[in-house]
Structure formats: C-alpha cells, structure tokens
C-alpha cells in the first residue's frame, strides 16, 4: 500500500512516461517503487559518478532491481570526473544535465526526482546559513523547470524514514552511499545536527 503522505505528489505528476532518476539509495527506490506500484509508466536512470570504487556495482545493483521489476533502466556515466571546487555541486549539476540529455533523447519531459521533506528542510537551513535571507525559506519547489525537462518532486510531503520504513515493508533493500555520513559536506553536516 502507498503511504498516504506520497499518494498525494505522486497523484499530480502528469500523465505519460516519467523518468525517474534512482541512485539505489533509499529515497529514490522508494520513489521508483512506488511510482511502479502506482503503475505507471517510467523509465529509470541511473548516474554512475565514478567517485567511489563501488559506483559501477551499485549502478548495476539499481539495473538488476529495474530488470526484476520489467522497468526499463540506463546507467549514464560521468566521464569527465570531478575537477576543483565544490566536488558535490559540481557532481549534482553533472547529474542534472546527464539526465535531462538523457530524458530529451528519449521524448521523455518530466522527470521524478527522490527529495524528501528532510532534504527540503535541510535545504531550507543550508540556505539559511549561506545567508540567502527570506529567499532561503521557499526551499525546492515541487516542480521546476531546466534543462529542457520538467522536474518533480512528489515525495516532498514524507520523510525519509517513513519511505525506508515502507521500503523494510515490502522486502526491499538499499544502497547506503557513505559520503552520506561524510562531515566535510555541509548537507551531511545539517542532517547530523537536525533532531
């Protein structure tokens, strides 16, 4: 059964093919499942970093979940790697145009992403503490548009640990990514000091 929480972002995504960006953590499996649940019809994506040793297997791991499923899936990588700078922004922003090339590629406009009320809250006091003043408090919007594709967030109204509780529910494992628990990224930092 879906939870009530998210029944209702995943209810106002439009109608048609959605892709949906999954990593293999918990979110965005949570989200992938229960889109399937929802039977609609999506197609995964999957974006290999190649900043972890692990990266390739875990890819694979999120493509062998789709294929036991009869999702369709692709596994993009990231060639060019990380250069200096903010090494997390600059991977999200790769992400981003790796997916919205993708999704353009394959007709698809609307691409369902896994942030969760504890991301928007994170992303609220991350904000906050760069200074962005009022601003900060609008956080992520439930749909935006870039790159040429419309991205949603359907999973805005649920925590994180009612999706992992769902996912437990159903027999359906994860993949933890350790630079989750890394105290040099300022959202790993936040997270750490929420309650």
Known sequence: MIPPEAAAGIAALPPGPLGVAISG????????????????????????????PESAAEAAAVGALCAARGIPHDTLVWAEGPESGNLQARARQARRRLIADWARGRGIGDVALGHTLDDQAETVLLRLARGSG???LAAMAAVAEGD????????????????RDWLR???VAWIDDPSNED?????????????
Not at 26 to 47: E, F, I, K, M, Q
Not at 183 to 195: M, N
């Open 148 to 163: 040429g594709v419309r991205w949603h967030r359907p999973l805005l109204g649920i925590g994180r640990g009612a999706l």
């Open 134 to 136: 009022v601003d900060g």
């Open 25 to 52: 953590g918990g979110d965005s499996t949570a989200l992938l499942l229960l889109l399937h649940a929802a039977r609609r019809a999506v197609l995964a994506v999957t974006v290999d970093h190649g900043l972890r």
């Open 169 to 171: 529910g159903e027999g």
């Open 183 to 195: 105290p040099r990224f300022d959202r790993v930092r936040v997270r750490a000091a929420s309650p």
